[in-house]
T-cell receptor, first 113, second 115 residues
Framework: DSGVTQTPKHLITATGQRVTLRCSPR?????VYWYQQSLDQGLQFLIQ???????AKGNILERFSAQQFPDLHSELNLSSLELGDSALYFC????????????FGSGTQLSVL | GESVGLHLPTLSVQEGDNSIINCAYS??????FIWYKQESGKGPQFIID?????DKRQGQRVTVLLNKTVKHLSLQIAATQPGDSAVYFC??????????????FGKGTLLTVNP
């Protein structure tokens, strides 16, 4: 158990809908990272938050947004969903700002039908 | 483009044999590397890391070798067991602005251990 909690484990929804994925980092970790994993793209970095502030953006679509709350948990919001958004979404956390190992949650499997 | 990549997408070994998974990187400024293991249905799990001031680091049944001259690292698993079957990723932090870093992953090698 990495100490990173993600909910829900599975999510099935329809195109055009909006969903929210939630992540609780390891106790004491200030950074939260979101990754998308699909078969053809591998693990793709989406966005990083550190102590409530956005610090880095990767290949995140404009339809996607995230935030980190004062208690350090994070949410990833995916809207106007398309079939191609179906993927595993992982949250990871670390103590600092990324020059270190990350601890990953078990992911949310999103299926857009 | 990717800063880390794997040489082979799949590797099949017999139980009890040693496994070697290779990874190349392109950024000569990279000074920290991490190996992750991802089992089916789970998130990536940290295995071992190495900093560029080292050539070799050993863990329990795993060894990481770093060759900075050719920008190559490898993960060696001794006496491979069925429980080692998984996808293995090498990863390296990339500066994403200021003092922030994002971990960039290679595409992974699927290790299959045959009984």
């Amino acid at each position: 158990d990495s100490g990173v909690t993600q909910t829900p484990k599975h999510l099935i929804t329809a195109t055009g809908q909006r969903v929210t994925l939630r992540c609780s980092p390891r106790s004491g970790d200030l950074s939260v990272y979101w990754y998308q994993q699909s078969l053809d793209q591998g693990l793709q970095f989406l966005i990083q938050y550190y102590n409530g502030e956005e610090r880095a953006k990767g290949n995140i679509l404009e339809r996607f947004s995230a935030q980190q709350f004062p208690d350090l948990h994070s949410e990833l919001n995916l809207s106007s969903l398309e079939l191609g958004d179906s993927a595993l979404y992982f949250c990871a956390s670390s103590v600092g700002q990324g020059l270190e190992k990350l601890f990953f949650g078990s992911g949310t499997q999103l299926s857009v039908l | 483009g990717e800063s880390v990549g794997l040489h082979l997408p799949t590797l099949s070994v017999q139980e009890g044999d040693n496994s070697i998974i290779n990874c190349a990187y392109s950024n000569s400024a990279s000074d920290y590397f991490i190996w992750y293991k991802q089992e089916s249905g789970k998130g990536p799990q940290f295995i071992i890391d190495i900093r560029s001031n080292m050539d070799k680091r050993q863990g329990q049944r795993v060894t990481v070798l770093l060759n900075k001259t050719v920008k190559h690292l490898s993960l060696q698993i001794a006496a491979t067991q069925p429980g080692d079957s998984a996808v293995y990723f090498c990863a390296a932090p990339e500066n994403s602005g200021g003092s922030n870093y994002k971990l960039t992953f290679g595409k992974g090698t699927l290790l299959t251990v045959n009984p």
